[in-house]
């Protein structure tokens, strides 16, 4: 009798246990929703999103409603819309009680904007994915412009280096080499603000101080870039302080080893 009676108790506590759960889900279900703590990751100083914009366009496809229950969020339709942006790297949405629920954004970092001949201009983020301008927000980035293949509709970096007839048409893959190389050194980004592709195929970069142009060629591996601009920091730090910003019209890292330079006539 003894053990009958201890599996009716358990079966009654168990069965109380369901009952109060499943009281609490509908109760948190028909709970009102309350507006999303949201944290937003980025690395630097520029943020193409804000939390507001970011509720505002989770309104706009009608994914939130300040005035609905939290039985109406899709917590996975939310974070998927999300993982959709293109100011977006990862999201993670995920619910708490009493109608509590977080966005935790992580945003891209963009290190060049290219401005094609007569076309649209984009960005170029750390990835090497192309990303269009926002109509709010513009970031402070290396600025490419001149005679440029590349489109937004055209392929990204990953894509043109993986294939070398690619590598022929489009010059995105340079843009990345020069532009992440800049992005990661204080010097050459306190240094260098614009870069132009000339007619001769080179690119020309503008420094923010004087008044010459630094013609850097080519941009074809890592190695050549790091080489260009190892050159180019040492000229600067240890010639530049001498000679004056404004002895030279044009400072040259075409060819191997060498910094040629042409004073003012």
């Not at 108790?9 to 949201?38: C, N, T, Y």
Request: with cysteine.
């Amino acid at each position: 009798m003894n053990k009958w009676l201890k599996i009716l108790l358990w079966v009654v506590l168990f069965s109380g246990v369901v009952a109060i759960l499943i009281w609490e889900q509908s109760e948190e279900s028909s709970a009102d929703i309350k507006m999303p703590l949201i944290q937003i990751t980025v690395t630097g100083q520029d943020t193409f999103l804000t939390q507001d914009e970011v509720i505002n366009r989770l309104q706009t496809q009608q994914i939130f409603d300040p005035q609905g229950s939290v039985a109406d969020l899709d917590i996975a339709l939310a974070e998927a819309v999300l993982d959709t942006m293109p100011e977006i790297k990862h999201a993670d949405v995920y619910k708490h009680l009493n109608g509590l629920w977080h966005i935790d954004l992580e945003l891209i970092k963009p290190i060049a904007r290219v401005f094609p001949e007569g076309q649209a201009s984009f960005y170029l983020d750390t990835d090497g994915n192309k990303m269009r301008r926002s109509s709010i927000h513009t970031a402070r980035t290396l600025i490419f412009s001149g005679n440029i293949p590349d489109r937004i509709t055209t392929e990204n970096v990953n894509s043109i280096i993986n294939n070398d007839s690619l590598k022929s048409i489009r010059l995105l893959d340079d843009i990345y080499r020069i532009s992440n190389y800049v992005c990661k050194d204080p010097l050459l980004q306190s240094l260098i603000g614009q870069v132009y592709f000339d007619e001769n195929k080179d690119f020309i970069l503008i420094p923010v101080l004087g008044s010459q142009k630094i013609v850097f060629g080519t941009a074809e591996t890592i190695e050549e870039v790091s080489d260009k601009f190892n050159r180019l920091k040492v000229f600067y730090k240890e010639a530049m302080p001498f000679e004056g910003w404004n002895k030279y019209s044009e400072i040259s890292l075409k060819y191997e080893g060498q910094v040629v330079c042409r004073k003012f006539s």
